[in-house]
């Protein structure tokens, strides 16, 4: 039995507790928060579990094997160094720091101790991505092409990063996952609608050795949407979130330039208009799954499929799209070194 402690008890944290806690391989012993009025939530929710008012004493507890955080940002790394240096296993909600810098140290830490350090990419576990990459990989899909993403929303402001630290962070893991490449350069624009706060518009291009992606970010949006486009050389898919039933559909369309050798400034372009279809994807809670696979990955000594390198990875381009914007959307290199 893996016993788990979970920092932070705000937004996010209350979602963390109700899927471990759900969990028959796993027992929730202790949360802490930095407010009273939330840790009474828990105690009458959950009146087995016991309550912390700050950190130091959960990350301490022996009877805790692993610690889940889910804080704002910048305390990412002293929490989750706090919790490898107890010899605790590791789930940080994302991003996994604020700097490469950091995250570098922690990955340091845990495989020199020998823990799982795991980060919150949720979406990676759901059903839909999971099909995503499944379709992607198939040779009908052909040769990657593009990827092309809007996910916009009304709030929530967060205090400490910007709008793509916020919501790219997301299509930069789903784009780590399914395209098996590191980015070779990035472009970022943006702008702060209100004075002194973080950009909370955005949109970000990243380059592949052989294919481009686009997303576009924003709190201020009236309406909500999670649209993406990923398309290949035999066939386009569609990822929908919103969507509340036929999240993924696969069209059978494609182009292709026909040539002569004896007549080559004829060149025509075909296009091809198959079917579409919707497969049927798993309707699992993607936390539920992201939690087991934590608590597998620790019973089995494996690195989880949000590994802490991933993790590095996201921050490194998120690190050149900062440096992009500060630069009016001049490309800036990825640096993973």
């Not at 340091?108 to 499944?134: I, N, P, S, W």
């Not at 936390?287 to 690195?303: K, N, Y």
């Amino acid at each position: 039995m893996i016993r788990i402690g979970i920092v932070g008890y705000g937004y996010w944290g209350p979602n963390l507790v109700r899927n471990f806690f759900a969990l028959s391989e796993c027992d929730v012993v202790a949360v802490s928060d930095l407010d009273s009025a939330r840790l009474s939530l828990v105690s009458r929710q959950y009146p087995s579990i016991r309550t912390f008012l700050g950190s130091t004493e959960l990350i301490g507890n022996l009877a805790i094997d692993a610690v889940v955080i889910a804080t704002p940002v910048h305390t990412h790394f002293d929490l989750a160094m706090s919790a490898l240096k107890a010899g605790k296993h590791v789930l940080v909600e994302k991003p996994i720091t604020s700097s490469s810098e950091q995250a570098k140290r922690l990955i340091q830490e845990a495989e020199k101790r020998g823990l799982v350090l795991m980060v919150d990419h949720t979406f990676l576990y759901t059903g839909a991505v999971q099909k995503l990459k499944e379709e992607v990989q198939k040779k009908t899909f052909g040769d990657l092409l593009y990827y092309d993403s809007t996910r916009v929303s009304f709030g929530l402001y967060q205090p400490d990063v910007n709008v793509l630290w916020d919501l790219a962070v997301h299509d930069l893991s789903i784009m780590s996952h399914i395209v098996g490449a590191v980015p070779r350069e990035v472009s970022a624009t943006g702008r702060a609608s209100m004075p002194g706060q973080p950009e909370d518009a955005a949109y970000l291009t990243v380059y592949f050795d052989t294919s481009i992606a686009h997303v576009n970010v924003n709190w201020l949006s009236p309406v909500k949407a999670r649209r993406t486009v990923v398309g290949g050389t035999g066939r386009m898919i569609v990822y929908d979130d919103v969507e509340p039933s036929e999240k993924i559909k696969v069209y059978d369309k494609s182009v292709s330039l026909g040539t002569k050798p004896d007549d080559v400034h004829k060149n025509l372009v075909s296009y091809r208009i198959g079917n579409m279809e919707s497969p049927r994807i798993s309707d699992t809670e993607a936390l539920f799954s992201e939690a087991t696979h934590f608590i597998d990955c620790i019973q089995r000594g494996t690195s989880p499929l949000s590994s802490g390198a991933q993790g590095l990875e996201v921050v490194s381009v998120l690190e050149a799209a900062n440096r992009s914007l500060s630069d009016r959307g001049a490309p800036h290199l990825v640096n993973l070194e």
